[in-house]
Every structure is written in C-alpha cells, then in structure tokens.
C-alpha cells in the first residue's frame, strides 16, 4: 500500500522560510564583500530557485489566512527643526567680546609755590617806574623754564579794584599781566585768604584773571569752579581744590550764604564724594591741591602723612601742597585700586614761595616742578619724569630801592647779582637740594 505524503505544520512552514529568507541574506552580503571570487557569487536567479524548490513541495497546503500578518514600516523623516537649531547655534553663537586696549594721553605740568606780590615788593615797583606798575622783569629770568603745557601758580591775593590801594592781601592788576608774561597760564584762588574781601572781592578777582586769558580755580564762581575736569593732549584731569582754614575775615564771611557757596572748606568726605564724581565724569587723572597746615612749619606733621595716605587710598594721584613758606619733602605713596592693581599717589606736601617780601632762609628758596604724566582711558596714571628748578629770590639795593627778581639759583648768577647775594643764592641751593635729596625727583 501507497503511504500517503505527510503534510508539514505551519511552524515547520514558518521555520523553513526563516532558515531560507537568512539564507539568502547571507549569500548576498557575501557576494558583495567577495564580488571578485566567482566560486562565491549566486546570481538572482539562482537565489529563485533555491526559494521556489524550497516552495513547491508543499505548494498544495494553504496557509491559513488567520496566521498571516501586514506589517507597514514607517522611515521617519529628518527632522528639519533640531538640526536647524544645532547649525544654528554653530554658526551665529557669539565669541566673547574682548576687551578694547586702553587708550594713553601724555601731558606735561609745571607747578609753583605761593606768588606773593606784598606790599614791599609792590613798593618796589612803584619805585622803580614811578607811575605804571610794571612787574613782568621779577620773573623774566625763570620764564624759560615754565613752558609744560600747563603752568600753575597758587595765587593768595584779591585784585584790587580801580579806586583800591594794594596791601599785603590786596593786589594790584598788574601783576597778572607779570605772571602772563612768564608763561603761567593756570591760577589757583584756595588760599587762606580768599575770602578776606567777601563775596565781591572774590568776583572782581577772578574777572580780573579770566579777562588776562587765565583759567582759574578754588572758587565757585560762573568762571571758576573748586573742582574741575581740564581736557589737555585729550587726557581728563580732574583740578580739586581746597582749603584747610582760613583768616578770622574770612570765616566771618563764611557766615553768609553767598560765601558758603563760593567753596568747600577740606572735608575728608566732601573730597570723596568729588573723586568719585570726577571718575563718573570719566577723568584719567586726578589732582588735588590743598592748602594745609601752617605757614612757619618745618616738617610734615603726622596728620599730614595720613591725610595724604587717606587721599591716595579714595583715588587721588597726585596731592600737591601749600602755605607752608618753606619746600617740604616729596614722596610716593600707594594702596591696591580696586581692581586689585597697584596704585601710586605723588605728594609734595608743600612747594613753598616762588615770591615773598621775607627774608628768611628757607623762604627765599622754592621750586619750580615739572612733571611728564601718562594717563590712560582705564585708569592707570604714571610719573615718567619728575624734575624741579631750585629757584631763588633776589633782593638787591639799587639806587637806594630794593628790587625783587626770581632767578634759576642751579644757572649762572646774572651780571648784576654782587658776591654777597651769590653765597646767599648758594645756601638757599644747598637746603632745596638737601630737603630733596631723598626724594623721587631730580634736579633739572
């Protein structure tokens, strides 16, 4: 008897399509890694063949349509928004801005000690003309020496009107045209005495200065201000000016408002508050003047010393001193700003008399101070050159009238000078250069 053919079970079916379904993927990827070994390669035919014998042995055995399965695959597109975002971000992100290189100005400045035009020196001069004051030949021997590109002068008079006469405090007009004449161009009003002719005295004044082509401080007034921004080489320097005390007239005067407004009296906090001012207003170096202490010191006092370090420690860069008629020492003084860099504070705690009536030893000698400074737009200030002219004031008889002359005393004594004013001018060279010896500056 015939035995009838068994049928396979789907599962058999199933495997059976896997094992070939594999089978063929296999020869494919052989084919292509191995496409120049023709023992290897099965062409597509080949491969139909292989799966139809596979097929037609159980051609007659349907496969039940309940075990049958469509599956829909489905390629997700690229997805346009993240990788715009990431070439996005590649592209436009912003590097980090650097920093601008700071910008220098370079500026020179010639500073002097007190100009004191008092009576006997005045007497002079009517003396010697007769009739017009003329003044300009006390300094024509110096006037080569003042040329930075400012020249300031601490002025402690008040220009006498028309019908006034001149005195110790009160000054004649013409004087101005003397101190013109030798290249000062900057006038200083704080002085202890500045208010010793009220509110008027102070007007008629700096009329008088501005008028000559002047600028001025140490005053409130529409042409003069306590502190100041001066704009030289396009460096910004801040001009603050201020006076420890002043006369019993001039605090009597005080008393009024219009006065008050005029200045400031030395206030720790006040100058503050005006540093921190002059930075806002964008100044590359800032320089105070300060009238203190008292006229017959000979050294600088310990409250000095701390002032100047509290001054240096709120930003100042320079303290230049006066009314003590005498040269005292010059130092630098230095904190951490506050960017942590080192910050340096010149002070002359005071430049002494340029011109005086006295006589005494120290009075007749001062200095004329010369400073090349480099400042820059972010704050750093630096003292490349400090020197100074020792200067003297010559008082000579002649014709039976003295006559006063400010003479360099490190030049040649001019023709007229007789041996005894020489040794005279010798000595007051010999305690400028011994006041200075051990300070950072030099003599030119």
């Known amino acids: 008897m015939k035995k009838q053919k068994r049928a396979l079970s789907l599962g058999t079916i199933l495997a059976l399509f896997l094992t070939i ?51 829909t695959v489905t390629i997700s597109p690229k997805n346009e928004s993240t990788y715009s975002a990431i070439e996005s971000a590649a592209t436009f992100t912003p590097l980090p801005t650097a920093t601008p290189a700071p910008e220098f100005y370079s500026f020179t400045m010639t500073v002097t000690g007190i100009a004191g035009f008092h009576s006997d020196v005045s007497d002079s001069i009517a003396a010697e003309s007769k009739s017009a004051m003329q003044y300009q030949p006390i300094f024509e021997n110096i006037s080569a020496e003042i040329n930075s590109d400012i020249n300031i002068c601490m002025l402690p008079h008040i220009i006498t009107g028309e019908n ?79 006076v420890d005390g002043l006369t019993t007239k001039g605090k009597n005067a005080l008393a009024s408002q219009a006065a008050q407004n005029l200045m400031d009296l030395y206030d720790l906090e006040r100058v503050s508050n005006d540093i921190k001012s002059a ?20 050294v600088v006092t310990k409250e000095q010393r701390s002032i100047a ?14 009314h003590p008629s005498r040269v005292l020492p010059i130092e630098i003084l230095n904190t951490t700003d506050e960017r942590g860099r080192r910050h340096e504070t010149l002070v002359a705690y005071s430049m002494g008399t340029l011109l005086t009536e006295s006589r005494n030893g120290y009075d007749i000698s001062g200095i004329l101070m010369h400073m090349n400074i480099t400042c820059s737009s972010d704050g750093e200030v630096k003292f490349n050159q400090i020197e100074y002219t020792p200067t003297y004031i010559w008082r000579q008889n002649i014709k039976d009238h003295m006559q006063y002359r400010v003479v360099s005393s490190n030049h040649q004594p001019p023709d007229a000078m007789d041996k005894n004013q020489q040794e005279v001018m010798g000595r007051a060279l010999n305690r400028i250069r011994n006041t200075l010896k051990d300070c950072p500056i030099h003599e030119r």
């Open 21 to 71: 379904v594999v089978s063929a993927g296999s020869f494919v990827m052989l084919t292509k890694m191995r496409a120049d070994n023709e023992d290897v390669m099965m062409s597509a035919q080949k491969m139909a063949n292989v799966i139809g014998n596979a097929l037609s042995e159980n051609e007659n055995t349907p496969v039940p349509q309940n075990h049958v399965k469509t599956v």
């Open 164 to 242: 006034q006469k001149y005195a110790d405090v009160l000054a004649p007009v013409q004087i101005l045209d003397a101190l013109k004449s030798a290249g000062f161009d900057d006038l200083l009003l704080n002085s202890e005495h500045v208010l010793d002719q009220g509110v008027q005295g102070i007007e008629n004044t700096v009329k008088a200065i501005t008028e000559r082509g002047f600028s001025c401080g140490g005053v409130n007034t529409d042409a003069s201000k306590q502190c100041r921004i001066l704009q030289l080489n396009g460096a910004k320097i801040a001009i603050l000016t201020y």
């Open 279 to 298: 930075k806002a207003q964008g100044a590359n170096c800032i320089m105070i003047f300060l009238h203190w202490g008292k006229e017959d010191a000979t």
């Open 309 to 322: 370090q509290a001054l240096c420690e709120l930003g100042a860069d320079a303290i230049i001193g006066f």
